[in-house]
């Protein structure tokens, strides 16, 4: 630490580790960006990191997951904020007439593999988790109730009343399937809607788009359920009278009472018909009211930064070859990631992936999706954020104004690792007002 802050060049590392806003584990490039003249072949400017502190850039790691790297996880939440609000009230590209379209709010929930401990209200008033006054006694000789009023922060909250009741297999080959289950009951929605509008459905695009924007959050159990902005659009502009917030949720709840998953007998495994849990909540989005705009771009993309984290599991990949026990991991999460890797085992299970997924608890998906006509993408809100930091470079005199048409641009560029030494942590932490990590990867 004591030659970091001595060395000639400090400025210079501070001011990379300014513009990496605080990133916990930036990266670092080697390499250089030649600027020709495409007529005379002229060297008009180069940038090479053999100038720079260390020979290396340091730019941002731009993780989701807010458990790796805050800084950079919350640029990803305030841009997708900011796409699932351009889809609900205009601006970056999309039109503000899509206020007046039919748009709801829709969660698709999971299914029970069983009793586990869960934070109930009423009123403003905790109820008990599960008091039974003839509660029965499972063969394992436990007695399924609690009477427990669970804290938020309470550890159990998710884990089952009995883990040998809790069925694992299903929660993990849900997870798997969820994507597919996804898939399906968009396929169905559409149908669905030209059903109710007199359509075939190859005709249906001619007169309405299905546009939507979802999100994956974790269960306390270790389960998913999605999170989805689903609007209705016409071809160019508004949608048909006849497609009406009404019938968006007459649609909704047809396609997820009737799409399935079937996952075939495999060795001790007997097939299993998966489908979505009976809690579907459905709601209109409104610019005042309960339900704004502002209030489901901000649930949605807070959840978008997160995993499995809350349940207690590893942010990243597992090998098989792993010591779960030298992990500190609790039981539940410990039996989920285990089940993955039994499963992932089975030649007919291949295909789902779950031993390269048991970090995630046999979820393969991404995370925060949406339709090609929805609105922005987030490619698009880093593109513009990169020409505006390329036009203040500009401005400022710290990079040369060239005609684009009239300059050829060669880079080779190289990685050079990742992080901060221990002695660097502790000054970037200062100099960004981040908390420092510790060996382990936690913040203090």
């Known amino acids: ?18 513009r990496t806003g605080g990133c916990r584990q930036p990266i670092h490039l080697r390499g250089k960006v030649d600027h020709y003249d495409r007529d005379t072949g002229q060297l008009l400017y180069r940038y090479t990191t053999r100038t720079e502190p260390d020979g290396v850039l340091r730019l941002p790691c731009k993780t989701r997951r807010a458990s790796r790297c805050p800084a950079c996880a919350e640029t990803y939440r305030a841009d997708t904020y900011h796409l699932i609000r351009a889809g609900l009230t205009g601006g970056k590209g999309v039109p503000e007439t899509v206020t007046t379209h039919p748009t709801l709010f829709v969660t698709l929930t999971a299914p029970s593999f069983g009793a586990v401990h869960a934070r109930r209200e009423q009123g403003g008033k905790v109820l008990p988790c599960h008091a039974r006054r003839d509660a029965e006694t499972c063969p394992h000789g436990r007695i399924m109730s609690c009477t427990t009023k669970h804290s938020p922060d309470d550890p159990r909250l998710g884990e089952p009343l009995c883990p040998h009741c809790y069925d694992y297999t299903g929660s993990v080959l849900f997870n798997a399937l969820s994507p597919l289950l996804w898939k399906r009951f968009a396929d169905s929605l559409r149908r669905h809607l030209a059903k109710l509008g007199g359509l075939v459905l190859k005709d249906l695009r001619h007169h309405l788009t299905v546009s939507f924007a979802k999100v994956a959050e974790y269960q306390r159990r270790g389960i998913v359920h999605f999170h989805a902005v689903i609007r209705l659009d016409g071809p160019t502009a508004s949608p048909p009278a006849w497609a009406t917030a009404d019938t968006l949720t007459d649609a909704v709840r047809h396609a997820a009472q009737v799409v399935s998953a079937l996952v075939p007998a495999v060795d001790d495994q007997p097939a299993r018909l998966f489908k979505w849990g009976t809690q579907l909540d459905i709601r209109p989005i409104t610019l005042a009211g309960d339900l704004t705009d502002q209030a489901v771009a901000g649930y949605i993309a807070k959840y978008a930064t997160k995993a499995a984290e809350c349940v207690g599991t590893l942010d990243r990949r597992i090998n098989p070859l792993d010591n779960l026990d030298a992990y500190n991991l ?32 046999g979820f393969r998906g991404h995370f925060s999706t949406r339709s090609r006509h929805y609105g922005p993408t987030l490619g698009d809100l880093r593109a513009a954020r990169e020409q505006h930091a390329r036009d203040d470079e500009i401005t400022t005199g710290r990079l040369p104004l060239f005609d684009e048409d009239t300059v050829l641009v060669i880079s080779e560029w190289a990685y050079a690792g990742k992080g901060y030494s221990l002695g660097d942590q502790i000054i970037a932490a200062a100099i960004t007002g981040s908390r420092v990590p510790d060996m382990a990867g936690d913040a203090r």
């Not at 400090?10 to 580790?17: F, K, V």
């Not at 993955?340 to 997924?357: I, S, Y």
Request: net charge neutral; hydrophobic share 45%.
């Open 330 to 361: 609790r039981d539940h999460p410990r039996r989920l990631i285990t089940e993955c890797l039994r499963l992932g085992a089975m030649e007919d299970l291949a295909d789902l992936r779950l031993t390269q997924w048991a970090h995630m608890l």
């Open 1 to 18: 630490m004591i030659a970091r802050l001595n060395s000639p060049d400090y400025d210079r590392w501070a001011a990379q580790i300014h």
